[in-house]
């Protein structure tokens, strides 16, 4: 099936079940997905396969349990799964599949290129060859989909740009066969930093070892209003725009985030105030997004018949869509046998 026929433009993303989402998770790619729906049709994975490509993941967060989490996460967000389909990475075969005829397909050097790569392989001391040839699983789960735009934060638009180049690699070997992807940012929101440290992107990871290091998105009201209240900010007290410090600027990117306003609009009304209004407005905003979003996540959570339906339907639409992607790929890659 070429593009041409398709009613609606499609994006494609996912979440790692690797450890508990954050609110840079919430604004870099779930409020993206979320108001995206109309416009496109959706395609959201729980991206069980790529969480293994740091084993511990498995061991530490419980991975199975952790994919229904995330899984919950996305409905409870707004995800709506009339309107998207939510499924699980490892459950649709054609992504692990894909994933090998497009490791033969790209470079060495691409791949050892990645930052994500050289910063998660400098951290361990022992890494799995999967880590490397992650970008390779994603271009997969993104061009079975033939995806047009690919909603993420920051930090993900390398891999999408891999994913683009890997597919053009593809077509010029063996014939058009996929559909380049683009990456799509938030302007507002994309790269959320911690709050213990702003020069460091918020991470799931690190939140889980360092308390005030990110707004969790289960976590309880108080350890959030805790988190903010406590943010590192600079030595002044009182908010001075045009020389905020990285901290200052995260906590005025995360509120305009949320309530979708410019970063200078919302820093024009604490200007000259002191943090604590700022932090404690910010407190207020937060929660009034996390409030029903736990609520939601609560009630999912007590019906796992339901849960297991979603993404019982949403692995068969996805199956439905990649396999023939999967098959003309591999017919043009040169697998199976001629007939
Ligand atoms: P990950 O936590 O690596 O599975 O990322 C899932 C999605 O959240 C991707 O689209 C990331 O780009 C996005 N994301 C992760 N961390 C942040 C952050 N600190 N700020 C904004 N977006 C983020
Ligand atoms: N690598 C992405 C991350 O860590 C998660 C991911 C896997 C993804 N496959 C994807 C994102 C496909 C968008 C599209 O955030």
Same mark, same amino acid.
């Given at each position: 099936m070429s593009g041409s026929d398709r009613r609606k433009l499609r994006v494609l993303s996912g979440v790692q079940p690797s450890g508990s989402l954050h609110i840079g998770n919430y604004l870099g790619a779930l409020v993206q997905w979320r108001d995206l729906q109309d416009t496109y049709e959706n395609f959201f994975c729980v991206v069980d396969m790529h969480a293994l490509t740091v084993p511990e993941n498995v061991r530490a967060a419980g991975l199975r349990e952790?994919?229904?989490?995330?899984?919950?996460? %996305?409905?409870?967000?707004?995800?709506? @799964?009339?309107?998207?389909?939510?499924?699980?990475?490892?459950?649709?075969?054609?992504?692990?599949?894909?994933? !090998? $005829?497009l490791t033969c397909v790209a470079p060495l050097g691409w791949l050892q290129r990645m930052?994500?790569?050289?910063?998660?392989?400098? *951290?361990?001391?022992? +890494? /799995?060859? /999967?880590?490397?040839?992650?970008?390779? #699983?994603?271009?997969?789960?993104?061009?079975? %989909?033939?995806?047009?735009? $690919?909603? +993420? /934060? *920051?930090?993900?638009?390398?891999?999408?740009? #891999?994913?683009?180049?890997?597919?053009?690699?593809?077509?010029?070997?063996?014939?058009?066969?996929?559909? #380049? @992807?683009?990456?799509?940012?938030?302007?507002? /929101?994309?790269? +959320?930093?911690?709050?213990?440290?702003?020069?460091? =992107?918020?991470?799931?990871?690190? &939140?889980?070892?360092?308390? &005030?290091? *990110?707004?969790?998105?289960?976590?309880?009201?108080? +350890?959030?209003? =805790?988190?903010?209240?406590?943010?590192?900010?600079?030595?002044?007290?009182?908010?001075? !725009? *045009?020389?905020?410090?990285? &901290?200052? =600027?995260?906590?005025?990117?995360i509120f305009a985030a949320i309530t979708a306003e410019t970063p200078d609009a919302v820093a024009a009304r604490y200007e000259g105030r002191g943090y604590g209004y700022l932090k404690k407005d910010l407190v207020d905003v937060v929660e009034a997004a996390l409030t029903p979003l736990r609520a939601r996540y609560t009630e999912l959570r007590a019906d796992p018949t339901y849960l297991h339906g979603v993404l019982d339907a949403g692995a068969e639409r996805a199956r439905a869509v990649a396999d023939p992607v999967l098959a003309r790929a591999k017919v043009a890659a040169g697998l199976g046998r001629a007939r």
């Open positions: 952790k994919t229904l989490e995330v899984a919950a996460l %996305y409905l409870a967000s707004g995800i709506d @799964p009339a309107r998207s389909t939510v499924f699980v990475q490892s459950e649709v075969s054609a992504h692990a599949e894909l994933a !090998w $005829v930052t994500q790569f050289k910063t998660k392989s400098d *951290a361990a001391s022992t +890494v /799995g060859s /999967g880590l490397l040839t992650y970008p390779a #699983l994603m271009a997969a789960d993104i061009l079975l %989909y033939e995806a047009d735009q $690919v909603p +993420v /934060g *920051a930090d993900q638009k390398q891999h999408i740009e #891999l994913a683009r180049d890997v597919a053009a690699r593809f077509n010029d070997l063996f014939g058009p066969t996929f559909k #380049l @992807p683009n990456p799509m940012i938030p302007p507002t /929101g994309a790269r +959320v930093m911690g709050l213990d440290d702003p020069a460091a =992107k918020m991470s799931k990871s690190t &939140g889980e070892k360092a308390p &005030g290091h *990110a707004i969790g998105l289960l976590d309880p009201p108080n +350890v959030v209003k =805790k988190a903010i209240m406590r943010a590192v900010t600079d030595t002044g007290s009182e908010l001075n !725009w *045009a020389e905020a410090s990285p &901290g200052v =600027k995260n906590l005025v990117t």
